[in-house]
């Protein structure tokens, strides 16, 4: 950006707080039984859905974080994307978007313009009208939308809704917090970083609308909190998962980076937290980090019937940012997640 006004500082979902702080301030916070909340904040779901009528429900969410890029504009456009996943990733259509803005007043507006322009055009992508929004003036940048869908009250996609013998398919490439933290002490190449953007600023609409076709069973898309975070929240009592790290699809160039250490303080966050819960049967440092990595933008991960998972990943082959089947939900196993070759 014009004069390095705007500069990456932990960007994106790298920027999230921990989940093990989270947890433990909103377990003290006291729920209000409405039996018109479909989806709320105790099962760590992506977006809140709230019944309106018996064939309608409105889904909201909100996102925004600093910059994860020098450009404003593709800065607008990840922000964006990353707000909107949300309710794809509950099977929702976008209908309406305010804008979030915290901005320095002293800063160029031109470079505030661009952020907006980028976002609006996300929004315009996805079908929905941006609406207006709120702007504070701070002391760094910070963009991002509120968000709300609809959906019918039948037809939801919980994050915890999968049954034995799902499989599971990532719908976007890992890898991106690795390639954004090298890209920060300038150790990334141009391919990587371009790889990284086009994952972020696609949308996950059409995969969601690919999947919509099919017999899915639960759905989450994959951010701050990591592949691994976000597959535990998916995880109950009654079921595992095992992955193949074989079959997971990430960036090229993020495995040299992590065994060069270029790895983010989020990404340790997440393997504190959710790290005892996995079980690897593999010896693979970069591997495991891959999969510890925050994500900012990332991709949906997706609960499939397996005897529909075939042709919902050939189907999904289609799309321009390609994922993969990673693997499946088991009987209840020792650990939540199982991850081997």
């Not at 909340?37 to 909100?62: F, M, N, P």
């Not at 391919?191 to 919509?212: G, P, R």
């Not at 990595?293 to 991960?301: I, N």
């Not at 321009?320 to 650990?335: A, R």
Request: glycine share 10%; with cysteine.
């Amino acid at each position: 950006m014009k004069e390095n006004i705007v500069f990456c500082k932990g960007g994106g979902c790298t920027a999230k707080l921990g989940a093990g702080v989270l947890h433990k301030v909103l377990e003290k916070i006291p729920k209000k039984a409405d039996p018109n909340l479909l989806i709320g904040y105790d099962s760590s779901d992506d977006a809140a859905v709230y019944k309106v009528q018996e064939d309608l429900a409105i889904v909201q969410t909100l996102d925004f974080f600093p910059p994860m890029v020098d450009d404003p504009y593709t800065f607008g456009q990840i922000a964006a994307a990353n707000a909107l996943s949300d309710i794809y990733a509950m099977g929702g259509n976008v209908i309406s978007a305010l804008n979030i803005v915290c901005f320095p007043e002293s800063y160029d507006m031109n470079i505030l313009g661009e952020i907006l322009l980028g976002g609006a055009k996300k929004v315009q992508e996805a079908g929905g009208v941006l609406a207006g929004g709120h702007s504070i003036n701070d002391v760094d940048v910070k963009y991002g939308l509120s968000v709300t869908g609809t959906i019918h009250p039948d037809k939801i996609y919980p994050n915890n809704g999968g049954k034995p013998g799902d499989k599971l398919i990532l719908t976007k490439p890992l890898g991106v917090g690795i390639i954004n933290c090298a890209k920060r002490v300038n150790q990334a190449s141009e391919a990587a970083v371009e790889k990284a953007i086009q994952s972020m600023t696609t949308l996950n609409k059409y995969a969601a609308d690919i999947m919509k076709k099919y017999r899915v069973h639960a759905c989450t898309d994959v951010t701050g909190f990591s592949f691994l975070g976000h597959l535990s929240e998916m995880v109950d009592e009654d079921k595992s998962a095992h992955i193949l790290s074989s079959r997971i699809p990430y960036i090229s160039e993020a495995r040299a980076y992590a065994e060069e250490f270029l790895l983010t303080a989020a990404a340790q966050r997440n393997r504190n937290f959710f790290g005892d819960g996995v079980k690897f049967e593999i010896e693979d440092f970069a591997m495991e980090e891959i999969l510890f990595d925050p994500q900012t933008s990332g991709g949906l991960l997706i609960a499939v019937d397996a005897s529909d998972a075939d042709a919902l990943w050939k189907e999904l082959c289609q799309l321009e940012v390609k994922g993969d089947i990673v693997g499946e939900f088991v009987d209840k196993l020792p650990k939540k997640i199982v991850v081997s070759e």
